[in-house]
């Protein structure tokens, strides 16, 4: 008891003395309006508030709760850039969703161009521009989202402060070549590609074109601008990956996994209601459907949703649907309408035996750690691939929802509840992703304040970062070789040459 009061003692005086020695001051810039990127970056900040540092975050999002009810984090307001699609959507209309998103290779140049816009005018804004000029307050480091152009680079650059790069989904284009990771598709799945590892022949073909394109689209866009990926050696991405999800590639050490850091923040109660229809499930349990935040599911086209309901209505299962009315016209008994869910609490529910879901990083990570299995049906950007790569995990199946049929749709249901080794393997995926020496917010914490502590001479980059494509793929070293060869190959010639006419001579006297 009273060993147990002094240890208790010397934890709060070890992190009272921790926050006061360490306390930094940094800076975060969050130009992006999509949510799920915010879950992300938000989460990023929360870790590092709560260890005692002080945060400046620019976005166009409200501050979570956490965040607002911190002392030592300050929100500026960029709401004002909201204008067209570069506002923070929720529940938006499916056919405008997919006509915006209509393709990966429109979505590239969208993305580049949006990503430009918005970094502009973060950096014309007087709170920034009066930091870049020295009038505002010091900062010791820049934690900031830079997805689809390197514009955001200029802060960093100028305040010569570690640069930290968070990337809400897996790696994006620029990222291999910046950090010095190899960036090779012939095996490595780019991130709007649909598969994440390609195999055959058709699948390395698409993926060496998706490559090709958003490398001409991303290097069009950006070229001639002044700011690019910075030199220094202080510089880090955080790629919201884990290796027990997404297939390993290789990464120095200037790049963390942080995949699934907003699970940090604990479970939110589930509304009493809810929590009836969980805890008095029959035997056959719960099937959890949602498309996520961003799209409304009661402006899905009549006829896939009058095949939805068709197909819950024939399932023994109990099913909870996120949909915007209170009421559906042709419920089934079955059905749970709900417009907003504490999803990840709800997956814990150890009644709940499917989620059906449209692949959004944030769920798959919320899905992964309960260890439920998965019907995909993947809308858009990186869902497809986010999709695969749990259906390579053996824990999901994946349908398209524009070439839905009542039978495939209940076929792929009843597999995935009747076939056990799709719960088997969401379980071991679970359990693998768990497993780790640090929380996600522990490393960045580490990483965070380890870049300041040890400025520029945080040597993090890997050599190949800096090697030119001529010693990269061994040019010279070639040239050396085939020279030396052709002038061994001739100084014998010669050498041979003279001998043999000598003889020739003796022979002939
Ligand atoms: C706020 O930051 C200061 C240092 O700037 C630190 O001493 C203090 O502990 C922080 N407060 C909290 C609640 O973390
Ligand atoms: C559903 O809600 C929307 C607004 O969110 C409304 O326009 C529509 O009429 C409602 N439909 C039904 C069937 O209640
Ligand atoms: C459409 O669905 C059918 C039946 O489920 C399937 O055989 C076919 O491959 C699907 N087509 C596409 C383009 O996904």
Redesign the pocket.
């Known amino acids: 008891m009273c060993s147990g009061a002094i240890r208790l003692a010397i934890v709060v005086w070890s992190i009272?003395c921790l926050?006061?020695i360490m306390?930094?001051?940094i800076l975060a810039c969050e130009p992006s309006p999509g949510h799920s990127h915010w879950n992300v970056m938000s989460a990023v900040l929360e870790s590092l508030?709560?260890?005692?540092?002080?945060v400046m975050c620019v976005t166009m999002h409200p501050a979570t709760d956490r965040l607002a009810a911190?002392?030592?984090y300050t929100h500026v307001d960029m709401s004002s850039m909201a204008i067209g699609s570069l506002q923070t959507a929720r529940d938006m209309n499916y056919a405008h969703v997919m006509k915006v998103f209509r393709s990966n290779a429109f979505m590239v140049g969208l993305a580049t161009a949006r990503a430009l816009y918005v970094c502009k005018y973060l950096l014309d804004m007087p709170e920034i521009r009066d930091i870049l000029d020295g009038r505002g307050p010091a900062f010791d480091a820049v934690v900031m989202e830079s997805l689809h152009s390197e514009c955001m680079s200029a802060l960093p650059d100028r305040l010569g402060v570690p640069a930290i790069y968070v990337i809400p989904s897996p790696p994006v284009n620029w990222m291999p070549v910046a950090t010095g990771a190899p960036d090779h598709p012939s095996y490595l799945g780019a991130m709007l590609s649909d598969r994440p590892t390609p195999v055959t022949f058709g699948h390395r073909l698409a993926n060496a074109l998706v490559y090709a394109h958003t490398t001409l689209v991303r290097w069009y866009n950006d070229a001639g601008r002044d700011h690019r990926w910075p030199e220094h050696r202080h510089t880090m991405v955080f790629v919201n990956t884990h290796h027990s999800v997404e297939p390993g590639r290789p990464m120095g050490p200037n790049v963390l996994e942080i995949g699934g850091i907003h699970l940090n923040r604990p479970l939110e109660p589930i509304p009493r209601d809810l929590a009836d229809v969980l805890d008095s499930s029959n035997e056959f349990g719960v099937i959890v459907f949602t498309f996520g935040s961003l799209v409304a599911m009661n402006t899905l086209p009549d006829d896939v949703l009058d095949k939805f309901k068709i197909v819950f209505s024939q399932l023994p299962q109990t099913v909870i649907w996120k949909y915007e009315n209170d009421t559906m016209p042709d419920k089934p008994e079955n059905v749970v309408l709900c417009k907003w869910l504490p999803q990840r609490a709800i997956l814990h529910h150890p009644n709940v035996k499917l989620f059906i879901s449209h692949g959004g990083m944030s769920g798959v990570y919320e899905v992964v750690e309960a260890g439920v299995p998965v019907l995909g049906m993947p809308l858009f950007y990186d869902q497809p691939r986010n999709i695969q790569n749990l259906v390579d995990l053996g824990m999901a199946l994946s349908m398209k929802i524009n070439n839905l049929t009542h039978t495939a749709l209940s076929e792929a249901i009843n597999r995935i509840i009747k076939d056990k080794s799709f719960s088997e393997n969401a379980k071991r995926v679970s359990s693998l992703y768990r497993d780790r020496p640090m929380t996600p917010s522990e490393s960045v914490v580490y990483w965070v304040e380890y870049l300041i502590r040890h400025g520029t001479e945080a040597d993090i980059r890997p050599l190949s970062a800096d090697a030119s494509w001529t010693s990269h793929f061994m040019l010279d070293m070639c040239v050396a070789m085939v020279t030396a060869l052709l002038i061994i190959w001739f100084v014998t010639r010669a050498v041979l040459h003279v001998a043999l006419n000598k003889s020739i001579q003796s022979d002939v006297k």
């Open positions: 009272g926050s006061t306390a930094h001051r508030v709560a260890v005692g540092h002080e911190h002392p030592n």
